[in-house]
T-cell receptor
Framework: ELKVEQNPLFLSMQEGKNYTIYCNYS?????LYWYRQDPGKSLESLFV?????AVKQEGRLMASLDTKARLSTLHITAAVHDLSATYFC??????????????FGKGTHLIIQP | EAGVAQSPRYKIIEKRQSVAFWCNPI?????LYWYQQILGQGPKLLIQ????????DSQLPKDRFSAERLKGVDSTLKIQPAKLEDSAVYLC?????????????????FGQGTRLTVV
């Protein structure tokens, strides 16, 4: 059974600081997704990482994927309050037969304080 | 482009009652997913449809949950009878094609969800 673990699960940080969220997964996959969820809202796709060494950046967020280590990171640079949300990583486990539903981590609840 | 539509947004029922949720995917999207998101956890896949056929329902509690996608467009998810532990947000998502073909990857777009409270 595929397991996806995120850490930390809760993060409170100050504006202007840098921090990294880690996502470890237990089986071979080279398809990893990062989503953002605001309270009471649905999931917003942030990044799709499709190969070992993939790096994508959007604004103050940068995501990377190391398939050999089964690790993805989401790095926040010079955090601003608007980035406060819950961030999920999700893995496409290649279960075959056309099944491609994602397995999600528990999420990292990020609060950025002025 | 209109997003994934779900209704109702909120539902409160008593245990042992039945409930149904409705999802209208993005027009033209062949693949539809239902996820269950319990408070404080990530979404968990319940069922995946490709057009009107079931691709994966391995995590669907079939003794009480059922889902259908008639005509390969709208879908309904039903719970009968509901239990307290079914309290969660039920998310519907759709994507243009199945993503299993090598080299073809598409994203899934999520609806706002239906928040179910079982009392």
């Amino acid at each position: 059974e595929l397991k996806v673990e995120q850490n930390p699960l809760f993060l409170s940080m100050q504006e202007g600081k840098n921090y990294t969220i880690y996502c470890n997964y237990s089986t071979t996959s080279d398809r990893l997704y990062w989503y953002r969820q605001d309270p009471g809202k649905s999931l917003e796709s942030l990044f799709v990482l499709l190969s070992n060494g993939a790096v994508k950046q959007e604004g103050r967020l940068m995501a990377s994927l190391d398939t050999k280590a089964r690790l993805s990171t989401l790095h926040i640079t010079a955090a601003v309050h608007d980035l406060s949300a819950t961030y999920f990583c999700a893995v496409d486990p290649y279960s075959g037969g056309g099944a491609d539903g994602l397995t999600f981590g528990k999420g990292t609840h990020l609060i950025i304080q002025p | 482009e209109a997003g994934v539509a779900q209704s109702p947004r909120y539902k409160i029922i008593e245990k042992r009652q039945s409930v149904a949720f409705w999802c209208n995917p993005i027009s033209g999207h062949a693949t539809l997913y239902w996820y269950q998101q319990i408070l404080g956890q990530g979404p968990k896949l319940l069922i995946q449809f490709q057009n009107n056929g079931v691709v994966d329902d391995s995590q669907l509690p079939k003794d009480r949950f059922s889902a259908e996608r008639l005509k390969g467009v709208d879908s309904t998810l039903k719970i009968q009878p509901a239990k307290l532990e079914d309290s969660a947000v039920y998310l519907c998502a759709s994507s243009p094609t199945g993503r299993y073909k090598v080299g073809r990857v598409t994203e899934a777009f999520f609806g706002q969800g239906t928040r179910l409270t079982v009392v």
